[in-house]
């Protein structure tokens, strides 16, 4: 679920402007999945960027605050979501802690760190959602320490349906600033991308590990 239409096509505005996403219909990446992709997302990116991440961080602190209040601790999902969460947890004031995807081999062998407690509510911020299986790792680890995961927030998703079936799943609730769908509608209307190359980027959204570019 979108926060909301403005939202979603402002930060598509400005994911596309910063080459955050970059979409490449006739000449595809290959993800480290295999999969062939028209689309890449960094939004790492966003960090160079201070006046567009103050925009995402605020964008995200003040949805956190509508839907959830103030969480005790704001939880990033590592590596690439360390950075906006910090942000965010600043924002509101808050701690934060980031969750690696695995425990560490060495020293004390934390999977989360920073200081968090028991029984504390928290609430996940993500960069990016594709099937949705890191992100609830982190979810995992937090939950097997006893701490309450209230809901994530997350940049973008490509709004696959595997992702969907993944958060119903594990019953967590997600909201993101824009996603594929409100993408491709800034991307044509803003010319980036002509109507041709729409129809070759929906379609592989509909079946992504199939897809192959003609």
């Given at each position: ?78 590596t690439g979501a360390i950075g906006i969460g910090m942000l965010v947890a600043e924002y509101l004031g808050l701690p934060f802690i980031y969750v690696r995807p695995d425990a560490k081999g060495?020293?004390?062998?934390n999977q989360i760190e920073g200081f968090i407690e028991s029984g504390q509510n928290v609430v996940v911020v993500e960069d990016l959602i594709s099937t949705g299986k890191s992100s609830l ?78």
């Amino acid at each position: 679920m979108i926060f909301d239409k403005n939202t979603a096509k402002k930060t598509a505005e400005v994911l596309l402007q910063i080459n955050a996403i970059k979409l490449k219909p006739n000449d595809p990446f290959t993800w480290a999945s295999g999969w062939k992709s028209p689309i890449y997302c960094d939004n790492r990116i966003i960090l160079s960027f201070p006046l567009i991440r103050n925009y995402i961080r605020e964008a995200m602190g003040k949805h956190i605050e509508k839907q959830y209040g103030k969480p005790d601790v704001i939880a990033g999902v590592a590596t690439g979501a360390i950075g906006i969460g910090m942000l965010v947890a600043e924002y509101l004031g808050l701690p934060f802690i980031y969750v690696r995807p695995d425990a560490k081999g060495h020293g004390r062998k934390n999977q989360i760190e920073g200081f968090i407690e028991s029984g504390q509510n928290v609430v996940v911020v993500e960069d990016l959602i594709s099937t949705g299986k890191s992100s609830l790792n982190a979810v995992k680890a937090l939950k097997e320490a006893d701490i309450n995961v209230k809901g994530m927030v997350a940049i973008f998703t490509y709004g696959f349906d595997v992702a969907a079936e993944n958060f119903k799943k594990e019953n967590i609730h997600l909201n993101t600033l824009s996603n594929y769908e409100n993408l491709l509608e800034e991307a044509l209307e803003t010319n980036y991308i002509s109507e041709k190359e729409l129809q070759t980027l929906s379609e592989w959204n509909t079946n992504p590990s199939k897809w192959n570019a003609n």
